[in-house]
């Protein structure tokens, strides 16, 4: 009964940032490999970032390279995706996602799925 409860979504205006979160809850968060994807209308979902369970491997796709990075604090069983000069393609809703297997979230088979938050960029 793996759950993840993104926040942090919301209107922004182009050339902003926004923070993402992903809490995780009823999994061991250090061992499962975390991913973030992204749903525009119109378009197929997308693996926007992730990172395995050490924090020594980490994608992103070629649309967000050099703007968004992915970060996570087992601690705190929490994954986040900071989003820095934010562009109207952006616009999306953002889901987090949780596999044992890493190459499971890059090939967008994860297991589990958050509810997604809903990011919107203006011009």
């Known amino acids: 009964q793996v759950q993840l409860v993104e926040s942090g979504g919301g209107l922004v205006q182009a050339g902003e940032s926004l923070r993402l979160s992903c809490a995780a809850s009823r999994l061991t968060f250090s061992v499962y490999a975390m991913g973030w994807f992204r749903q525009a209308p119109g378009k197929e979902r997308e693996c926007v970032a992730s990172i395995n369970w050490s924090r020594s491997s980490t994608d992103y796709t070629n649309s967000v390279k050099g703007r968004f990075t992915i970060s996570r604090d087992n601690t705190k069983s929490t994954v986040y995706l900071q989003m820095n000069s934010l562009k109207p393609e952006d616009t999306a809703v953002y889901y987090c996602?949780?596999?044992?297997?890493?190459?499971?979230?890059?090939?967008?088979?994860?297991?589990?799925w958050g509810q997604g938050t809903q990011v919107t960029v203006s011009s």
């Open positions: 996602a949780a596999d044992l297997d890493y190459r499971k979230i890059t090939g967008g088979v994860t297991g589990y």
